[in-house]
């Protein structure tokens, strides 16, 4: 019984605010490795919320453009 907790030291399932902080890291250069390893992401969640993430920051830097030429 106590070796099926041992045995269970794998990445554990990320949740959604880790995947953004993870893609927004990667985003900024700054993404500690050690963090990354221990998470386990599939590859639809990265997609999805580095895809989001982008339009976001997209919508605002035209937003910033929209207010300044007005």
Partial sequence: MMMEG?????PRKATLFQVLRMV???FLGIRKRAEHEKLEVSPLQVITVGVMA???FVLTVVSIVQ????
């Fill in 6 to 10: 041992v045995m269970n030291k794998g």
């Fill in 24 to 26: 927004l890291s990667a």
């Fill in 54 to 56: 982008a339009a976001l």
């Fill in 67 to 70: 207010l300044v030429i007005r």
